[in-house]
């Protein structure tokens, strides 16, 4: 995607085949601010800090983390450790594991001294794959847009809601919930999007508002309460969300708020759509409110809000009485039955086991 006609990946590899670029999200969007990371250690804070954030690019992030601490050493010890370290860094997203395990497999086999520049050929494929996956998952929602434009009115708005940020910050470019979008934009149909602010962090207000307004994407930002209103009132044609894990029977963990917005739609039969790559499944387990871990994070994420003042410093207030316990759950799990269906880069399939195994044969009888 561009920002102000310069075409910048949210990850970047840079010429020293030693250090990564990152745009730093947590100083979105007023502030755009680009930073290099250089050690294991570099790597692990840029995620668990959240500068990088998003399921794909956490995963992308991994493995580049992996390749920087290979390049300084290749042991077998240096791969376990680094290994833990960046596993530990956030539980819920499955990318992650899924990078690491992709990098552990392939390094494993190769003598150390081909380990380094493996690896970081490997987090360039990662990257590589990650945006043609997003193409492809763009296309295929593409389709369910036309769908919705057929049906209205020559030059009428459709109206998609989203949560959180699944968009190309979110991924290495194209984003996942977006991908249809910024398709549909680009061939010149109506688009408006409702952008729940998604509180705690509000990735919607300050990631994907940025990211839309850049590229020209009608939008809105709206609290994230109001989705059930504009449901009941016709005002949603269509809700598209990310995910940072989804199991093999088709429940979709995503950022905390997704479940209600799944269930007003289920009441307003509205179509409600979960866009994911592949690599976010995790093949292994079925019942995501059961066996997927929710990552709880700090407190203070509620009780303060990062914004700009009226003089346009960058500043951080608190919104309850100091000594207010807080609970902040980041993400919730939306059963199958609420989902209509999962964009993935093979096409769209039920969110359901015999959904999956349509797209995902391989996966399905080898799990
Ligand atoms: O806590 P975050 O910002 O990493 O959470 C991100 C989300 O929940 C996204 O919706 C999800 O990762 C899908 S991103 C393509």
Sequence with gaps: MKIDGTLYHSIWPEDDGRTVGIIDQTRLPHSFVTRHLRTLDDA?????????????????TAAYGMAIALRKDPSAQM??????????????????????????????????????????ALADEICRRDIETNQAI???GLDLIKAIAAKKGPGETINLLTHCNAGWLATVDWGTATSPIYQAHEIGLPVHVWVDETRPRNQGASLTAWELGRHGVPHSLIVDNTGGHLMQHGM????????DRTTASGDVCN???????????????????????????DWTVDDGIRDVPIEQRDGTEVSWIPGKDAEGRETSVLICPES??????????TPARLVTGLITERGVCDASKAGLATLFPEKVTAA
Aim: hydrophobic letters at 45%; proline letters at 6%; one cysteine or more.
């Design 44 to 60: 692990a804070t840029a995620i668990s800090d959240m500068q990088v954030r998003g399921a794909p690019l956490i995963g992308a």
């Design 79 to 120: 791969m376990s450790h680094a290994y833990d370290v960046m596993h530990a860094t956030r539980p819920t997203g499955m990318n992650l594991k899924w990078a690491l395990d992709e990098t552990v497999q392939t390094m494993r086999s190769l003598p150390e001294d081909q380990r380094a520049d493996a690896a970081w």
């Design 138 to 140: 763009g296309s295929h």
């Design 236 to 243: 949603v044609d269509l809700c598209i969300v990310g995910t």
């Design 255 to 281: 950022k905390i708020g997704t479940y209600l917005k799944a269930l007003a739609a289920h009441d307003n039969d509205v179509p409600f759509y979960v866009a994911l790559p592949s690599s976010t499944v």
């Design 324 to 333: 207010t316990p807080v609970v902040n759950y980041a993400f919730d799990v």
